[in-house]
Structures are given as structure tokens and as C-alpha cells.
């Protein structure tokens, strides 16, 4: 969730992307550099080399094999970009999927579509950014969280102010009859007036500043 909120990718993909284009760097070095003259020792000699090996896999999981041996026949900046695209592309794949796997990211499924920094990120102070991150995160103590500490069915997860409903982020922000008060300050009636799933979705998109600043101090609240 934290990728997905910041749109960061991890760091390997920078490492593999370093480590392949370095090869080349060092294939075409000074002959009177030892890096040089190992690196050709290892391939004159075919002496087993991992960290050879681990760029190669590189390659291979990549879909780029066919230049390991003719790497000089390729734009190295096109193949670069090409690699590190499809490391991004790859791990997009591996982040969507273990999302849809996940049960505490239920609620997170419903609000993030496309793998980017969230807008509220940027736009608002950092004391109410993180607010919002932690909600949309699963970071609180709500009950559909807890509950998961004791290994609570989630369906017993209920709310602890009216016990009506579950206690999770929608209950708390839209529905919940305690913090009806502090939802009427801030935020506009249609989001709970006869609230459902796609206002709260509009509400928590929203790239409206003002409205994210009072949702955000609404959620502080819950927090």
C-alpha cells in the first residue's frame, strides 16, 4: 500500500539497471584497469563469476538474453529504458496482484486504481497527509483492525460506539451516528446522506484541496 500511495518502485530496479549497464562500462575500459582485466579473465577462462550470473538473469527475466554476448550491436540507451521498463512493468503486475490477495488492503482495493502518487501527498500539510495515509493504509486502531490481532471473524468486527456495523474506515467516516457531529462540520451532506461505496470513493479521489483539507481533519479526528 505504502508503493502504491507514493508511487516509489523498490530499489532493486535502480540496482539492476545499474549493475547492467555497468558491464559494458567495464567491457569497454582502459586495458590497464584490474576491473577490466579480471572481467576478462572470468570470460576468457570461464571461471564461475555471480555477480556475471546475476546480470544475465537480469536479461533473462527481462526478455533481453539475446544481448548478453552482443551487446554491442544495441543502443545501450534504448535497451537500458527497455530493461527498466519492463522491471516497473514486472513489479506493477507482482504489486496489483498481491493487493487483490490481501485482506487487510479490502478497503485500499476500493481507492487506488492506477500504481501513481496520490494527489493529497503533494497538496496538503504534512500533519494531515499523514493522517490520510495512515487511514487509507489500514495504519489505526478501528475495529476491522484489531479484530484481526485476536483473529476476530471480520463479520464480529463491530463498530464500538453503536455496535450496529462493522467498524472499518467507511463506517467510521460516513455512517457512524458518534461521529455524526464532527462529519457535519466538515464534510458536505451528500457524501453522507444516504452514503454508499461510490461516494466514499469520490470523496477519498477527490482532488479537490478544501475538500481533502476537511476530510483530512475529519479523519485526524477518528485517528
Known sequence: ????????????????????????????????????????????????????????????????????????????????????????????????????????????????????????LKHLPRSLSYCLLKFRTANHHFPIETGRYIQLDRHLRKCNYCRMD???EYYYLISCTHFSNIRQKYLPKYFFERPNVIKYMCLMKSKDVKLLTKLAIVVKYLM
Open 166 to 168: 462493522i467498524g472499518d
Open 1 to 120: 500500500m505504502l508503493y502504491g500511495e507514493t508511487g516509489r518502485y523498490p530499489l532493486h530496479i535502480t540496482i539492476k539497471v545499474r549493475m547492467v549497464k555497468f558491464r559494458p562500462a567495464l567491457k569497454n575500459g582502459k586495458n590497464s584497469k584490474l576491473s577490466f582485466r579480471c572481467l576478462n579473465a572470468i570470460n576468457n577462462l570461464s571461471i564461475p563469476c555471480k555477480w556475471n550470473a546475476y546480470i544475465k538473469s537480469i536479461l533473462d527475466e527481462t526478455g533481453f538474453s539475446i544481448y548478453w554476448n552482443n551487446a554491442e550491436t544495441v543502443n545501450h540507451k534504448w535497451l537500458y529504458k527497455s530493461i527498466e521498463q519492463t522491471l516497473k512493468d514486472q513489479f506493477c503486475q507482482s504489486w496489483e496482484s498481491s493487493l487483490q490477495n490481501s485482506s487487510k488492503g479490502l478497503n485500499y482495493k476500493i481507492l487506488k486504481e492506477n500504481f501513481e502518487q496520490e494527489f493529497f
